[in-house]
């Protein structure tokens, strides 16, 4: 069956510290892959995406990797801040028509 | 980016009544908008997909007759649940889709049904 998997419910990182979110799939062949944050009871916002032929993207202190042969992408936040407390969805899309699936997300905690 | 504006951002309502959530594009036309659930700690369940002029698609196990997705115009599309139940009870999630391809989403709507 196909899956998409964050396989940290939760993770606490030291203020300053590198944060690094892990997003695993299987039998998808994605054409991108992207990465949203979502604050308690509000909707996901955009923050990166990164096709199949990208090997990393970076946008300010956020860099995400992709790896096609692993079927994985990796999320990370430099010099985090409490700030940078959030749920982080991991999603991709298995095909053509738009319908985007989405992980069950890592909660973050930046510990002051 | 575009915005997509979903009203209200929370209700409560009684069990057996219907209510109906409303997202609007607020700077460009979505031809297509995707309505989603999300239960606490779980992940956004896609539940319909909407289409400007045409029936909605739904999911499998999701019941048309009760969630009832309107789609008149570029502009607006609603969801309108019908006889809730406490089991209804959720956070809906209108979305739209940039042309990165990025997706655009409503502020979401925490319903209770009591």
């Known amino acids: 069956s196909q899956k998409i998997e964050q396989n940290s419910e939760a993770l606490n990182i030291q203020e300053g510290k590198t944060a690094t979110l892990t997003c695993n799939y299987t039998?998808?062949?994605?054409?991108?892959l992207q990465w949203y944050r979502q604050d308690p009871g509000r909707g996901p916002v955009f923050l990166l995406l990164i096709r199949e032929n990208e090997k990393e993207k970076r946008k300010e202190r956020l860099k995400v990797t992709f790896d096609t042969t692993l079927k994985q992408s990796l999320f990370h936040i430099t010099a985090s801040q409490p700030a940078d407390s959030a749920t982080y969805l991991c999603?991709?899309?298995?095909?053509?028509?738009?319908?985007?699936?989405f992980g069950k997300g890592t909660r973050l905690h930046i510990l002051p | 980016g575009a915005v997509v504006s979903q009203h209200p951002s929370w209700v409560i309502c009684k069990s057996g009544t219907s209510v109906k959530i409303e997202c609007r594009s607020l700077d460009f036309q979505a031809t297509t908008m995707f309505w989603y659930r999300q239960f606490p700690k779980q992940s956004l369940m896609l539940m319909a997909t909407?289409?400007?002029?045409?029936?909605?698609?739904?999911e499998q196990g999701v019941e048309k007759d009760k969630f009832l997705i309107n789609h008149a115009s570029l502009t607006l599309s609603t969801l309108t649940v019908t006889s809730a139940h406490p089991e209804d009870s959720s956070f809906y999630i209108c979305?739209?889709?940039?042309?990165?391809?990025?997706?655009?989403f409503g502020q979401g709507t925490r319903l209770t049904v009591v």
């Open positions: 979305r739209t889709t940039g042309e990165n391809p990025e997706a655009f």
């Open positions: 909407s289409n400007e002029g045409s029936k909605a698609t739904y």
């Open positions: 999603a991709l899309a298995p095909s053509e028509d738009d319908k985007i699936i």
């Open positions: 039998n998808y062949s994605p054409a991108y």
